[in-house]
């Protein structure tokens, strides 16, 4: 049976070793979010393929039948938009969920002790799962499509640990600032909304290399580079995707991964102050 002891100073001196000893709770709050988001649901989990399947008619349709874009890509368009959609769809929930991990958690902040970076940490759960479920559905349509994945789809953890760092990392900055200023609770849909069309989520990055300010844009928008690695893992003799743009993706997420850490631990102690 563990004992915590509270007293001055305890949760900076033992803040990892607490949360190491609390994963039973991370576990508990996980199954708790994915049981919230699918109860009293017809179709449960398959919401999961829906809105991705969805998401590619439309933009399918919008594209290529009524704005009439040519594709730079050899690639059917409904492949490219399809693979884009299932990693931004992890990436922009993840976000979403950390942003409003602790007001939406806020009987839990006021009344009992744990590391607090555990609700971070749990609201992950859902998105993870539907990103599984799109996947597992996503690869037979591929090798449907004649697109038989390669060993290069060994590599996708590589790239979904990146996306999850990535999102964490911000999400924590705008749930430590989401405590106190509930402004940024209206900012993160329009940061999602809008980070659709920069990133390349229903195009190829290859349509934007004829443009001078292209290599301003790979290292501003450490996003592409991610999911065009996804692309390459999954989709046989993807040419698009360069290993360079590798480097403005790690310095961004190892940099905002230690600073949103340094700043939840200096906002923690006041969350009970302003839920």
Known sequence: MQETVIESGRSEKYYWQD????????????????????KQTFVGVAWAIFRPVLT??????A???VAKIESHSTIP?????????IFWNFFAMSFQQVSNSITGNANLVSKVYFPRLLMPLSAVAVPLLDFIVGFVVMIPFLIYKGYTPTINILFVPVFLFLAFFASFSLGVIF????????????IVPLVVQYGFFVCPVAYPISSLKDFSWYPIYQWLNPLAGIIEGFRWCLIPNYTDFEWNS??????????????????????????????
């Open 77 to 85: 368009l409904q492949i490219i938009i399809f693979t884009g959609v």
């Open 19 to 38: 949360l190491w000893r609390f994963r039973e709770l991370l576990y508990i709050l996980a199954i708790r979010d994915i049981t919230v988001k699918y």
């Open 246 to 275: 590798f480097i403005p993706t790690i310095i961004f997420v190892t940099l905002t991964t230690t600073l949103a850490i340094i700043f939840f631990r200096k906002k923690e102690n006041s969350f009970v102050d302003y839920i």
């Open 56 to 61: 590619v008619l439309v933009f399918v349709f």
């Open 63 to 65: 594209f290529d039948k």
């Open 175 to 186: 749930a430590s600032l989401n405590v106190q200023f509930r402004d940024f609770q209206q």
